[in-house]
């Protein structure tokens, strides 16, 4: 069976060692969604309607929690990010928007970690911006879509460990 | 329509005034899972195997994470968080990890955000101290389960906005 | 002549002790200018030439840069905000965007740096964001407009410490 | 009309992508002044009269500010800082200190946000620990007096944007 | 046997719920010492030998790390701190310098944290600064000296747990 | 006599200018200790009795402690972490726990920082965690062990400027 690399063989918790690997450009895509009601839905994407910028506001919120990524999750490496790309896809007919986050950089560790956090940073400020007209809301699907760069090679997600529902 | 209290009348967003609402003891229970392979789950669940307590450092980060909350989220209050606490139910047939997050406070505005902010980093630590053997691992299903206090009054989840797939 | 609050008496800089004022309301507006070239200042108010929302991204950062006033500003006490407005006035013939920024706290001492820091950090952003076009911006003028609540009772200002040129 | 680099071909907020460009050593200057009334001015220069050093504080808080940069400014890419210096020159017959930062990296972007928020820190600072006997101090006149390094070239500030009053 | 306030019934660490404990004046006053060369004492002490002012500088880090706590000390309450001293006495005979740092909240919960912190954060800083001429200093002593309020009411260190070497 | 490197020729304070220094692999270790009642020993050493992971906890509230080093040291310079690691000795007769923390970064300057950082970090939260039991409890003896890389080359304690009680 694989080992968990985040423990030593103590099981005490470590940040993993990567100082003799090569730094290389590395990318990491993550997805998720956030569902409402059709009401909230529509006050998110018609600005008219709700003179006020939701999609805008969750994208600097995005891109700045990538950054914060080392400060809150405890065993992350601080990285040198030199892009991030935070996009929103309404689905109209779900009354779901999309969000997919891409993250870049030159280094010794993919940033997989940065784009998820940027995926859920992004979502729980559309879910804080929208919470008074709509308490419900609920953020899924938060996944790996695709990396590259790094030993580990190229990774593509498959759904295989999606919920199944 | 209901409107969204985090603009102005302009669309300009703002931090919602809540400088004479009264404070009162407020409680909020967030709630999310996180999906994966039943090998990563019985790593995770069965510390002899895996050697390693990745849900004692994922509570840890928990926690913090809901006291990051105002750094994160743009238009959050600053509050003074009085409890915080973070539990984990494996499902074992299901290969799910089911995250649960009370956070109270005594103040003005309520601590959904927090609970939400507490849940999406104890997952997310989850998905980084395992992502070497498991990088299709989904976070899903995070939703307010259940707020009291506050003008607003109580909120129970009734699922109504949730997913159906 | 008067003391600086921020030394006791053997010039040792302290956080001013404030445990026995009393909390009440207090508010305070800081105001400032940031000037560019006219070309510049046709590409932050006309969104369908610039393609982008610079206003709304340094609203937002200016609202965030208050909450982490206490963090930046060594001596400032952590406040209880309990609301942050950020406002641009475009000035065309002069090329000038004028910032105000209003924040409201129930507390033991006044929130002036939290003002003046919301200013600063939304003229910051959008030097940064424009920075490609136009090294030169320079950013102007940043004061306390007014201030109220609190035992030194409503300040207006009146410019007599503004620089005359 | 040049574009504003901080925004996608639809307007959208990004990060700019800089993991191609090459790894330069880079260095930035910025200038900012504060004015105040020339009691204000004698207390913070002459420190056996204030018995504290207003400066000395204002300058670890623009060096400490110049590192939360990426935190506070929603675009800016992390930077690997290698030098920040912050020097103060009193302007005796204006009441006038004249601040300037000057900031070092190595790598693939500029440090210019990064000394301006020196500046702003350390100004801030100054207020913060004056206000007390002068509300009315002005910020002002904060650009980019100097940079080098990087595709864009040297750049010496020739005040052409600067507010003619 | 007394029980770890820290930790749920079932093992799992919390944040103590201190939810309808009272708001009252807590102050607590945390000490400890760094020890180093006697040359480095002089250097610290003389600033005219240093021509530099490093007692300032760890004096402005202390109070900036109490504000800090409950970011770095995992289930510490943000406290609402009302004030904060940091005080350093050369012990010239024993190349040590004493550091002690006063945190005085009204809040739930007590101050010790802050003051424990504010201490610790001095002594790196100290550290820091005179490393180059000293790696072998060494930080000691930190303990709490006095704490009041709050319902676990006066404690006063009498050094029964303190290292007897 | 040496001349401390974090002041200029003016006796200001500045972060050294390490530009045109050449990235090496650094490594630094620091230890530190916590002393305490036997019975607090046995509460954190049994985790049967005490239910609970103090030093599980102490260790993620190291490894993030290094991280924030920038943050809260004024002078040090944003590095690239590698590697953390946080060790723990339970030394039964003296009821004291030795820590240990070794940090790896590739970079122009060394980790010693971070190393006593996370130390310190370590031993205030196992002192948070134990303190409703024992408010006696004292930390010490935090020192550099030993460091490599870089051009000052190794340095391994030899506890000259120990104090000598």
Known sequence: MKKL????????????DVSKKDETL??????????????????IIDKKISKGDVLGAARI??????????DIIPLCHPL???SVQ??????????????????KIKGKTG?????????????????????????????????????SGGKSGRFIWEGTTKPKK
């Open 80 to 82: 040198a990010i030199t």
């Open 61 to 70: 919120a995005g891109i700045m929690g990538a950054k914060r990524t080392p």
């Open 111 to 147: 940033a997989e970690m940065e784009a998820f956090t940027a995926v859920a940073v992004a979502a729980l400020t559309i879910y804080d911006m929208c919470k008074a007209v709509d308490r419900g809301m609920t953020i899924s699907d938060i996944h790996l879509k695709e990396k």
């Open 26 to 43: 590395r990318e990491a895509t993550a997805c998720g969604s956030i569902f409402m009601k059709p009401e909230t839905f529509r006050l």
């Open 86 to 103: 935070v996009d929103f896809s309404p689905v109209r007919g779900k009354s779901r928007i999309d969000i997919r986050a891409t993250v």
């Open 5 to 16: 690399t985040h423990f030593d063989d103590h099981g005490k918790a470590i940040m993993v």
